[in-house]
């Protein structure tokens, strides 16, 4: 059977004819910070700083005679182009009316908008939220329930605030073939690489062991009607985008979900194990906390965002992407943009352990 409709699934390779930017762009001047922050008509720049985290825009926690804002800079190709900027800055508007903990962005004197430009760039101006981002396996229990809660609800929401969508005929996985391909160029690069380290070093043995994996699960790659259903999703949610904040009883919660810039369709069920394998991981060896991750996914089906069968197929689908994932890779090899260096030994280390641990991981999101 043939798929007029079927479409690409993750991972996307990085493009290579594009040059890094993201964080490796030019800083912006202070004279053209203020001249941006006058058009938001929030008085006179006193202070900014550069916030840290983020690899694809710049942002910098700018305090005014006003008050303290985050102001965002679009650099990234895929998302710094207006229309796509403000149709996300409009689901952000209505999900907070909704009552979600979603910042909208601030009106600026262009008519209107929520976009202003200069030297060729896009910026946005939202309040600053306090609080502290904070890592999956440093929440309790009931924090992992409202966090599946939540995510299940922004999925809901989003149906009510964005265009409607068509299932797709099905979905293209990576082809392992490909993928071993790859593979092989990558650790031929990883040895010839000077200086060649330590990180040199655990990519080659990775990446032997990588190969191995591949040979050995190819029959397992996910059919392209295999996909849970599709829904507009945040489409990067993690703990970096996320603001905790203590309440009156001392508890946090989730005040802010940040960075909307990857704002987009997919099998919706994906995103929450991406999540999940981004929040609930040992940070050294890549594990995942199961305790943890079977209480977010059991609130996250309650929420009505998926059921245990959606969550299966979005399990098995994640763990073939991430089989034939090398993006962390092609960015230092191919590209030289080292950002993306320090997460590698986690996130190979993840990979080695899910593939032993399948079943746990299985029924950790499903039962």
Known sequence: MTFSQTLACAPARPDLSAPPIGTLSPPVPRSALAEVLARFRVGRLLTAEPVAEGLLNRGYRVTTEAGAYFLKCYVDAATANRPKILAHHRAMTDLHALGLPVAPPLNCSDRGATVAGLNGRLFALFPWTDGRHRHGTELEPPQCDALGALLGRLHGALDDVCAPLDQPDGYRSADPLDSAELARDLRRRAREHRPNGDLDAL???????????????????????????????????????????????????????????????????EEAVRAATLLFNDRTSGALDLVRVRRYSQAYRASGAATAEHLAAAVHRVWWERLNDFWMLQWRYQRADHRADPLYPASAGQLAWWCQEYEQVLDAFAN
């Open 203 to 269: 990519v080659v043995r990775r990446l032997d062991e990588r190969l191995e994996l591949l040979a050995e699960h190819a029959q397992r790659r996910p059919d392209p009607l295999a996909a849970p259903p599709t829904g507009w999703t945040h489409g990067d949610f993690h703990g970096l985008n996320l603001i905790h904040t203590a309440g009156p009883d001392g508890g946090e919660r989730v005040t802010a979900v940040l960075d909307w810039d990857k704002l987009g369709p997919q099998p919706r069920a």
